[in-house]
């Protein structure tokens, strides 16, 4: 057993917590810098990855299923008139006026629905 191994079970079993493991600490550091907006080569510099951010997209491509739901609800959906009177989707930064918040309710609501029902798969 290495000496970091030896120190990391010391520390959990003094904390009266489960078994870590170095990569373990490692996956979870990437993950929250991911769910924190960092990109896979920030990260890859931080935790000295000379692989670059390709690795950092496939090992720990993961998201915790609560950042995603979270994510989704930040979608919004609103359709604008275009030039020819179809709908052209635009997002609030890009239209001068923000839709009210009952106008895109249901949009929204449907969304979390789909993105709840996709979490529930992934952790089934």
Do not use: W
């Amino acid at each position: 057993m290495s000496a970091v191994r030896h120190r990391i079970t010391a520390a959990c079993k003094a904390l009266s917590i489960g078994h870590v493991s170095p990569h373990g600490l490692r996956s979870y550091f990437v993950t929250q810098c991911r769910q924190s907006g960092l990109t896979d080569a920030e990260i890859a510099m931080l935790i000295g990855d000379k692989t670059g951010p390709a690795l950092i997209a496939q090992v720990y491509g993961d998201l915790r299923p609560d950042h995603l739901l979270t994510q989704a609800r930040r979608i919004r959906l609103t359709a604008s008139a275009g030039a020819a009177g179809s709908p052209v989707a635009s997002s609030p930064e890009s239209s001068p006026v923000s839709p009210k918040v009952s106008d895109c309710s249901q949009e929204t609501g449907a969304v979390a629905g789909v993105a709840k029902s996709l979490v529930n798969r992934s952790v089934a």
